[in-house]
Every structure is written in C-alpha cells, then in structure tokens.
C-alpha cells in the first residue's frame, strides 16, 4: 500500500501521523488479514521503518496551508514468516509519489496468482501459469463483491446463531496488531521477532450461497 499520504483529501489528517498510526496502522490490517487468510498464521517478522519528511503541509481544508509534525514512522518494510513455511514482504507508505507495484500477488510453484486490492470488494482475480505467456482472469465465485465493509459483523452474527468461529474475530484481530507493532520494534532493535500470539486461518465461505446468507 504505497500513496503520497492523506493531507491533500482528508478533513483532519493530523492524527494520521502520531503514534498508533501511520501507513501501517492505518491500512496495514487489510493486508495482513488477506495475507492470514491466504497463507495461516504469521511466525516471525523483520522490520525496517522510516520517517521521510519531519513536517507535512496540509493542502485539503479546513486546514489547508496548516503544517502538521509526523510523530510516527511513515515508509515501513516488513518481510513475514509464515508458520506454514510461506514467506511475504509487506510495504506501506505515505511517502511514495506513484507506483506501479501490484497491491498483493502470490508466488507458487504453478504460477502467480494477482489479487485485487484487499481495501476494496471484487475483482479482477487474474492467474499467469507456469509456461503460460498471458494472463488469465478467473471468475470471482462467493458474492459480496461490491463494497461491503458490514461483511464481518454480518459474519459475526450468523456464528453466533450457528455455534461456529467468526471470521473477523478477536484473535485474528490480536495476531494482526501484533505482527504490525512486532514490525516496528524489529526495526528499532535491528533484529528478528518471534510472535508469540496464535490465531487460526479463518474458513473460506461455502460457495454457492445466496445473498445475504453466510452459512450452509
């Protein structure tokens, strides 16, 4: 997740740049969640943070003209061990102009799988196999692919009603913030953190469910 940061369109961007935010506070938890769900649960982390610019001036309004203190790391590395043997690089940043990078793609034996940005809902999900020369889309199969951000408390209710885990839980969310504040401390130790919190890979949803429904 890589912009140029929040000071140009949000109303009070300050906040944005104090401790406990930042890019990766920020917009880390849409990564990482995807990330879990792909691949289980982080092992360890390596972290590199940066703080590229000490003062930001604000250009949306109210406060436009307004010079804002970073306080907080704003180009942040992360390269994630995964307990099932998978390892990921993470970057998020407010200090990059323009990219081109992919927001996330999965390298397999088979091939490499290009997923769309975990921020937003639907595709496209496009597969390049090995010995293949183009790319190729694959059809997206399990609905909600337009903006649903009531997903997980849906989710949650629909557990509570049938006895099973939900997906968005507390431990999920635990793992996730501890692998985002473990990235941090990496960085300022120069050294390698083992995690010690657990969660499980949340269940995929059943295919085939009509809408509004998220159980069998």
């Given at each position: ?26 917009m ?119 903006n ?15 006895g ?18 473990a ?18 890979r ?15």
């Amino acid at each position: 997740m890589m912009s140029s940061g929040v000071e140009m369109w949000h109303p009070d961007p300050a906040f944005f740049y104090r401790p406990g935010a930042g890019p990766l506070f920020d917009m880390g938890p849409y990564y990482l969640t995807a990330l879990i769900s792909f691949l289980g649960p982080v092992k360890s982390v390596i972290g590199s943070a940066a703080t590229s610019f000490e003062e930001r001036r604000i250009t949306s309004k109210p406060y436009a003209g307004q010079m804002l203190r970073v306080e907080t790391p704003t180009h942040i590395t992360a390269l994630l061990e995964f307990r099932s043997g998978a390892v990921a690089t993470l970057i998020t940043s407010f200090d990059v102009q323009a990219s081109e990078l992919p927001r996330m793609e999965i390298y397999g034996s088979q091939g490499t799988l290009s997923v769309p940005d975990p921020n937003t809902f639907g595709g496209p999900l496009r597969v390049r196999r090995s010995g293949v020369k183009e790319w190729s889309e694959v059809p997206l199969t399990h609905g909600y692919e337009t903006n649903s951000r009531g997903l997980g408390l849906a989710d949650m209710a629909h557990a509570i009603g049938s006895g099973r885990p939900h997906r968005a839980n507390g431990e999920m969310a635990f793992r996730v913030l501890d692998i985002m504040q473990a990235t941090l401390e990496a960085s300022g130790a120069g050294t390698r953190f083992e995690l010690e919190s657990a969660c499980e890979r949340p269940a995929p949803l059943p295919l085939g469910l009509p809408a509004g429904v998220l159980d069998d």
